[in-house]
């Protein structure tokens, strides 16, 4: 991971000079040139002010998202656009390095302005620009009576962050409209505390499906990430936390399994606790999840982080058909276009997004319905998931 961050900071370091030499070659003016480093030395100030802060204990949370939409806005075009200066720079070899041409300058700082324009709409509007994606499953065994059956996905809620009551209630409702058989929600409901989530219960509640609406507990559900007065007040944050689940008409899967029947068929629906790879919590137990769950079952996990998945879910002794996660947001950052799809989270998770097969077990990643961290999302948008589940090869 330090070694990524630190290849990271040398991208930006180096675009950034590049980039500079744009800014000469269009204008003289110190005034300008002074202020194009003001701006990077602000930036770095900021980043020597949360190392600070988190060492001396100083909530400096909202600072956080403020200065990582700066650096967004300031370093990316220049990424991006210094693309054009080096492919400039590899012609300048061939012809004895003359002077830059202006047009490749200005078609850098165009290109720069574009990439702006499109990351300033990313944190102003992106955090409610909701897709819906769709994906239908196949599986020989999958009871006749559940051919055709539909789940809708949401996931990452993490309502602490939410402030636009229409922007929310925009996203439930298409969410809504799907009509789904299924609705499942794969964790993080909030940042850290069960208050967070209380003045959306009224727009939550309101979700509906006709075979239930299930859920799982996520790594910040638990309140692990801020500091409590004692045990006692975090367990009963949590506590508070799984009655909001009840209220907002979500049995709240831990550790167990529940069954779901269909015309005298049956599915088993299967949830655990969060468990990560790394230094994330591991309060997740498979096993125990499905020690009432018969093997020849058709099974949906639902697992809030995809590593699960690959450290534990594809060798356990049962097979698991469908696994549903969340997690990671897809970084809120990335591309996708055209069927290409890159996020710096891939550098992180094996599976970050979309769907993934192995063995004849499925997995899908919801790209979460909220966003923490980065005020807003940048080519990886809020999602709504649905799938349908078809009976054949």
Known sequence: MARRLLLMLLVFVVSDIYFYQAITTLTGNPVIHLGYWLIDITLMAGILFIIFARRTGINA????????????LMFIPKVFSSLVLLAEDIVRVFEGFPSRSVYVSEAAAVLAGIFFLIILFGLTRGRHFYKLKRETLYFPDLPEAFDGFTITQISDVHSGSLSDVKGVQKGLDMADAQNSDLLLFTGDLVNNMASEMTPWIPLFSKLKAPYGKY????????????????????????????????????????NESVTISKQGQSIALIGVENWGKGGFQKYGDLKRATTDVPDNAFKILMSHDPSHWDEVTVDHDQHVHLTLAGHTHGMQFGIELFGFKWSPVKYVYKQWAGLYQQDGKYLYVNRGFGFHGLKGRVGIWPEITVLTLKRGA
Do not use: C, P
């Open 215 to 254: 859920s799982v507990l996520g790594n910040h559900d638990y309140g692990d990430y801020m500091r409590w007065e004692n045990a006692t007040a975090k367990d009963a944050n949590l506590n508070h936390l799984k009655e909001i689940h009840a209220e907002i008409g979500f049995k709240l899967l831990l």
């Open 61 to 72: 949370q909202r600072f956080i998202q403020l200065l990582m939409s700066a650096m967004l």
